[in-house]
Structures are given as structure tokens and as C-alpha cells.
């Protein structure tokens, strides 16, 4: 089992940033990747950052938010981020961790974190 908590959300001005930490716990699993999605009021979960797990770190991004978002990941601590630049109103929505791997019998699994709110307005 693994628990993903989430924080650094809030209200931001349009043109500010925020900076999203999530933290994973957890034994018996090993997570292969990390990312983060978001769903917007009356808006389909879109995939916004993603990072693998390995020593080279591939990084894919939604095109929305390609040079204003970085996801970077801490192995030490068990912890990606997600720092968020140039905020827009579009970019509000409640932004979640996902981590994916496999347990002991190499069985797949997606944990998700509780989300967490961002809200870009003036």
C-alpha cells in the first residue's frame, strides 16, 4: 500500500506561482513513476506532469502548461513537486498525485492522492 498526501495549493493571482509537494508512504511497493493530473470545474482529468522513477528522470508535460510547469522528484525523500509559474485562471482545478509501480508479485497498481485545491484568480 502506498499513501500519497498532497499539499501547496491555494488562491494565486494570475501570474503568480505555487509550488505542489506530495509524499509518498508506504512498504512492498515500488514506484516506477510520478505525475500529477488535474480536473477543472466542468472539465474532463487531464495528465498534467509526469516523471519517472530511473536515474534519468524522462519528464513528459501537458502541452497547457510546457514552459510554465516543472515536475521534479526527490527519491530521498519520496516526494515530487510540481512548481507552477505564469498562473492562469484556466489552470484552476483540483490537482492530484499519482504514483504507479508494482508490488512484490510484480502486480501494477495506481495510487492517488486526497488532491488538492489551486485556484488562479484576481
Known amino acids: 500500500q502506498v499513501q500519497l498526501v498532497e499539499s501547496g495549493g491555494g488562491l494565486v493571482q494570475p501570474g503568480g506561482s505555487l509550488r505542489l509537494s506530495c509524499v509518498a508512504s508506504g512498504s512492498g511497493f515500488s514506484i516506477i513513476a510520478m505525475g500529477w493530473y488535474r480536473q477543472g470545474p466542468g472539465k474532463a482529468g487531464e495528465l498534467v506532469a509526469g516523471i519517472t522513477s530511473d536515474r534519468d528522470r524522462h519528464t513528459n508535460y501537458a502541452d497547457s502548461v510546457k514552459g510554465r510547469f516543472t515536475i521534479s522528484r526527490d527519491n530521498a525523500k519520496n516526494t515530487v513537486y510540481l512548481q507552477m509559474n505564469s498562473l492562469k485562471p484556466e489552470d484552476t482545478a483540483v490537482y492530484y498525485c499519482?504514483?504507479?509501480?508494482?508490488?512484490?508479485?510484480?502486480?501494477?497498481?495506481?495510487?492517488w492522492g486526497q488532491g488538492t485545491q489551486v485556484t488562479v484568480s484576481s
Open positions: 499519482n504514483a504507479g509501480g508494482y508490488d512484490g508479485n510484480l502486480n501494477y497498481s495506481n495510487y
